[in-house]
């Protein structure tokens, strides 16, 4: 699956990108490559910038320093720079998916209209194409059948299952998804990991913050291994899962070994 | 000698009593939504972390909060013609001074209701590419609505009761008129009790809206 | 309504071709008539014989009370006000044109006080009830200093606290004592305690340069109180309000 | 000519603005802690959802809320006498209507401050086998007066305000006293405004301060 | 281990037992014993009735019919039988402990307040000696250097760990554990579950409703799968886990075998 690396365009760089909230220092210089059609796992322990990562790659956050290049658009950080604003912001997001823990549908809307509301309110696409849009990717994430449905009314798994349509209704460049199975029962996890599968078969572009490790290994072309804010490790699934080089990533990822172990003895 | 109750007299004045409840009405309305309006702006004006902007609108709000609404009144209609040479027919000097006292706290109501919603809304609006325009028009304000409106019912019972200090400037709104009464009758008792129960009739269904409101939001 | 700086009264109301006066709900010198809606009372009657001497028209200005009838004379609002005490210290605030009346005070106790003299009024655990802003609270701090002295808003509440027993007696002109007495037969009987004691009214004026408006009025007061025009007026507004019998002791002239 | 301001005569009453301003506070503390004391019961009281206790409630809260407060102390301080041959000391009479109002606002505070604590506290105090007064003492109150701080500062102020009404009954707080004076001086622009003064004066570090809880409530 | 059961003394007995939520039938006549010592885990899927049956163990719920026997004191429910109230009532929970989901610490107290708030408020203990506990119950969890944090400043496993404790602290007869790990991030599970794990090598008569499939099979005595409000099968943990009879309980149980053998992959 590694083929994928390294070919294609660049949909995602990064260059030595900094955040500080105040005196933390949340991620500390990460430079990384993904290609279009690539699936990036990042894991990591908790706290060690994972999310933030995530957050500046749509500016949900502003990076405090280094630079980012998102489809054609090149943004520089830190001082003398001025980082998008207003409208132009809003535009360079629509170009990037997301997808957080809670799934933070928007609870006035049925999930069809949760779907269309991204081409309707910010594209300005017409109700009914915008519906048919809708339609197909409920229908893709199997719930063809839940569109007039309210958030409250559907289990977790299947809100979850909204949140990725909501996302994918942009048609976005690139997807991020932040341990969207974190707050879902065990038994919801499947669900959505399957679709997230099927978006990775269908060529989508997607990085993956994710406890998940046999997903990451049967899904991820590269795992990222985060720790304190820096990048620890980066290369191929199966090299970084199962043979890692770090002595953190080696001591991260035998919590894991072991339950998986444990689940087989 | 005992007291005797008399409210004949203050139904000969159904006349005086449907303008008085006419004025109290209009005045209610017009002041609670102009303060509406102010609360609005004012409030979508404060999520704007500039001390620029926050500092004159604390002011404000604190200036109109802190100090009793009659005097509010008094300035607008007395003093403005002295201190600026500002002349304001008495309706708009006496509907100012409500309409500002509303504001005021409708701006703190507006602001609460806003930074009630779940910080994920704003996120997950925000990550789909929304202008904070449009995040509000189509996301935050369609949710947060529905919670102000309690605190909001509860002040314009508020209001509506406050527009007596109308009789400042001799608008005749139902207090006004029951004085009136009063000094024609001198049944202050009767007269009074009237009011209230007019008062009351009008408020009651208000506040019972309001607290069915509140049980939806809750669920 | 544009009304240039520093435009006297005098030459406002030349300009305008009107007389603006402040009125509000206070039997019998002004009140609204119920049937046609409009103002009455001897003092509007005053009022409207001053427009006519000026060949001006004649516009009441309803105020709420009588702290916000000083307002609407400094604000401008109104050029006259009628009914006032001047008092030294209140001529540092507004100019005053008359005497325009005199006017007795009488007390009306209720049924559990016996008060006949001042001397029995004069005493800190007797509640006497007056009418803020009025001239009332003045003379009873004249006549009886250590009275407790409850201000009330309006007349209906002097009424009130008096036949609620919060208060033992209040004092008042015995020309509103007859009024509130026809419409609350139930109030004790009024009293004429001695010493007897009356003080003129007048009318409030804009402080101002211009003296002609001040001096003007002053002229038509003298004239109406000494030809007994006032007096003629004052009984023709009990008269409306029913009261014929008015004792022979009343009088509206300086005694 | 225009008009001259003129300060220093509402300065030479400082002996009669110090008692009305110890007669605003007196009343406003008082009253204040009187409502605060009936909002605690009755709105702990709500909680059992009995209809034969929640509908008198109700009635008394709705009562209190949807009619004039000036209507209340007139009727508590006139009208009591004379109905019910109850005499009242005129201070408690004046109190009663101010303490009641307060009340009214106070109760339903209270309730939506208790069932604005998460459920879960509930569940886990009753889970560890606590009756429900241990519960409301050591677990529920403790996290919801916290929560009730803001919005009864909010009615506190306004209800200082309110203690101006009290001049229909002749008790000479702060307004009251304002009242005098200008009629002593005819000086009432000058007059109000220091009266706002001194209202602002006292209630803006109030508000300060419940803002400062507010925020502290959002961590 | 399955010998513990049908030995030693009676902790819990239902017979019956009905929960209807208007026309909603949660529980529809379960029959149980639990004796002392043994660690009996129900699972079933989402809305199966596992939640209000614990919630009836302990009267949070009052069951609408059936026999409730726990340690010595029988209650009746249904018509004609008065429930517990008031100061009796809240005896009675006293001597069964239950953790939550959503672990419920007071916010407004230290890890060590929330564990002394049992002994002190209900059993009016004085300080000294709740603390003594307390601090037993923090070290037995692995807390012992925490007992000054607030719940805000404890990660969610370790905010599970104090509740635990809180409800040992009161040395019920029995505990109920309702899917206290479903909250947690996948790292903290561990943590949790070995405390867990730890209570029942003491001895602690426990009744646990999970998703943690190894967890059940390691630790459970016996295994009882609810569906619709019923238990469809019952016995010993390798029994039921492994070999199940019931079509159901295979239905369901294949979805945790299906993971297992896609981690083991
Ligand atoms: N708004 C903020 N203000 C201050 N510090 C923050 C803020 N957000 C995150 N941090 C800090 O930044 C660091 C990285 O946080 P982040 O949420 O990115 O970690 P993470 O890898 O996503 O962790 P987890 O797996 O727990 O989600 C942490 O030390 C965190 O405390
Ligand atoms: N308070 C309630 N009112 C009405 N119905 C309820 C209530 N609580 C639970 N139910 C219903 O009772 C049934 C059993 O719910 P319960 O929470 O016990 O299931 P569960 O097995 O714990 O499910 P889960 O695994 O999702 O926690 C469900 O159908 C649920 O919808
Ligand atoms: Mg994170
Ligand atoms: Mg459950």
């Excluded at chain 1, 290609?35 to 706290?47: M, T, W």
Aim: hydrophobic share 45%; proline share 5%.
């Amino acid at each position: 699956m590694t083929n994928k690396a390294g070919s294609g365009q660049v949909m995602v760089k990064l260059d030595g990108l900094r955040k500080n909230y105040g005196t933390v220092e949340a991620v500390r210089g990460v430079s990384l490559e993904v290609h279009r059609g690539q699936v990036v796992v990042i894991i990591g322990p908790s706290g060690c910038g994972k999310s933030t990562l995530l957050r500046c790659l749509n500016l949900l956050e502003a990076p405090s320093a280094g630079t980012l290049q998102v489809g054609g658009r090149t943004i520089d950080f830190g001082a003398g720079h001025t980082t998008p604003r207003g409208r132009d912001l809003a535009r360079f997001r629509a170009r990037i998916g997301m997808v957080f823990q809670q799934f933070d549908l928007f609870p006035h809307m049925t999930a069809l209209g949760n779907v269309m509301s991204g081409p309707t309110i910010v594209k300005k696409m017409r109700a009914a194409e915008a519906e048919a849009i809708a339609r197909d990717l409920l229908a893709k994430v199997g719930l063809a059948s839940f569109g007039a449905r309210f958030p409250r009314e559907l289990s977790g798994g299947q809100q979850q299952r909204v949140a990725i349509a909501r996302a994918m209704a942009m048609a976005p460049e690139i997807m991020l998804f932040d341990e969207v199975t974190s707050a879902l029962d065990p038994e919801l996890v499947g669900e959505v990991l399957d679709v997230m599968k099927q978006l990775a078969t269908d060529g989508t572009t997607m990085i993956v913050v994710t406890h998940e490790m046999a997903f990451a290994r049967d899904v991820a072309d590269d795992v990222v291994v985060m720790d304190a804010g820096q990048v620890v490790e980066q290369g191929p699934a199966e090299d970084v899962l199962l043979q890692p080089k770090n002595p953190r990533t080696a001591s991260f990822l035998s919590r894991f070994h072991s339950t998986m172990s444990e689940r087989k003895g | 000698m005992p007291y005797k109750w008399d409210f004949s007299l203050v139904f000969s004045y159904t006349h005086f009593w449907l303008k008085g409840l006419g004025v109290t009405l209009a005045y209610s309305v017009g002041t609670v939504l102009g303060g509406l309006i102010i609360g609005v702006i004012l409030g979508m004006l404060l999520l704007y972390r500039r001390k620029w902007v926050t500092l004159p609108i604390h002011a404000y709000v604190e200036v109109f909060r802190c100090t009793p609404l009659l005097v509010q009144i008094v300035w607008f209609y007395y003093a403005l013609p002295i201190v600026l040479a500002v002349e304001l027919p008495a309706w708009l000097a006496a509907g100012l001074g409500l309409t500002l006292y509303m504001g005021s706290f409708s701006t703190e109501i507006f602001r609460g209701g806003i930074i009630s919603i779940d910080k994920g809304q704003w996120q997950a609006s925000r990550a789909l590419g929304m202008t904070n325009l449009e995040m509000m028009r189509h996301i935050i304000l369609p949710q947060a609505i529905k919670r102000m409106v309690p605190p909001f019912v509860n002040q314009s019972v508020i209001q509506l009761k406050n527009t007596s200090l109308l009789y400042v400037v001799a608008v005749p709104d139902l207090m006004y008129t029951g004085s009136i009464v009063v000094s024609d009758t001198f049944r202050p008792l009767e007269v009074y009790t009237s009011v209230a129960a007019m008062y009351f009739i009008i408020l009651y269904p208000l506040t019972l809206w309001a607290s069915r409101m509140e049980a939806r939001v809750d669920q | 309504r544009a009304q240039p700086k520093n435009e006297s009264t005098w030459d406002l109301i030349k300009r305008t071709g009107k007389v603006r006066m402040g009125v509000f709900e206070y039997p019998p010198y002004f009140l609204r008539d119920k049937a046609s809606g409009e103002w009455v009372g001897a003092m509007v009657e005053m009022g409207k014989d001053i427009a006519k001497e000026l060949k001006v028209t004649y516009e009441p200005v309803e105020v709420g009370g009588f702290a916000e009838a000083v307002l609407s004379l400094q604000a401008g609002k109104v050029d006259m006000n009628f009914g006032l005490q001047a008092t030294p210290l209140r001529a540092t605030s507004i100019d005053f044109a008359g005497p325009i009346y005199w006017i007795e005070w009488v007390t009306v106790n209720n049924p559990k006080f016996h008060g006949k003299v001042w001397a029995d009024y004069n005493k800190t655990d007797v509640k006497v009830a007056v009418m803020t802003g009025t001239s009332d609270s003045l003379l009873l701090s004249k006549m009886a200093p250590k009275a407790t002295k409850i201000e009330m808003q309006d007349i209906a509440q002097v009424a009130l606290a008096v036949s609620s027993g919060r208060a033992d007696a209040f004092t008042t002109t015995v020309l509103a004592s007859m009024v509130m007495k026809t419409k609350n037969p139930g109030l004790g009987d009024f009293v004429n305690p001695t010493p007897r004691v009356a003080l003129p009214g007048y009318i409030g004026l804009r402080l101002e340069d211009d003296q002609r408006w001040q001096k003007f009025l002053n002229r038509w007061a003298e004239w109406n109180i000494l030809l007994g025009h006032n007096e003629t007026r004052m009984r023709a507004s009990l008269k409306t309000m029913g009261i014929e019998e008015i004792p022979s002791t009343v009088s509206f002239s300086p005694n």
